[in-house]
């Protein structure tokens, strides 16, 4: 709502442009109004609704109320358990396109330290080439799946020796390459006419094919033993540690 002064100012004005303005600002200040009111309802139909219901379901699920105290505890208990694994495993890290996020897990430390002395380490990030960037949906279903899939094979301790993008990623890897290289790879060659499927079908090359050591060269999992690489700090407590080495 507009302040009194103001509405005693333009309500007092005796000329016709006061008059016209004080009016375009009724109309603004009433669609305001009413924006701010769809906006409310719609929260109440879409969130709160929703909630009440639930509770409504739960609430007449656990007639006793040893019942209710037990599963708040229980709750309790999967709510933190859950909020410490998300610390634990730096979640909110992946929400950036920060290129150290990659060694939370320390098996990638040689693919950061070669990518470190690379070229491109100088001018890209890990998503530039590793995420496709067609649009903002398909670049963070394509991170969390593939983030996924990275955190169970680490946490199973089921990487190869020498890790390989698989097919999946290796179709946004060829694609991001010819993004970047568009100029160079549309008007002084023709290989930014070939993509993936073409080059495993065998009618043509990948970008690798030739440009084979860019920018992680030959590596392995022990290829850079002591690389000076942005390890994350650990989460056990001194104290911890302290007991564990005894």
Known sequence: MLPDFLLRLFESGKNEVSTIFFKKVKECNNYYILFCQNHIYLWQLLVIAPIMRTFERITSVLSSRR???IAIVVVGIICG????AMYAFRFTSYLNDEPATCMNCHIMA??????????????TTCL???????NFARKWLFKGMDGMRHASVFLTKGEPQVIQAIEGSSNVIMNNCI??????NTEFVKTGQINYKMAKAGEGKACWDCH???PHGKNSLSSTPN????????IVPEWLQKLTEK
Do not use: F, M
């Not at 002395?117 to 100088?122: E, L």
């Open 128 to 134: 530039d080439c590793h995420v496709p960037h067609e």
């Open 179 to 184: 993004r970047c290289h568009e100029q160079l």
């Open 227 to 234: 690389s000076l690489v942005p390890y994350p700090k650990t």
């Open 212 to 214: 084979r050591e860019v």
């Open 67 to 69: 019942q209710k105290i």
């Open 81 to 84: 358990l859950s909020g410490y």
């Open 110 to 123: 040689p693919y950061y330290a070669t990518w470190s002395h690379s070229s491109h380490g100088q001018n």
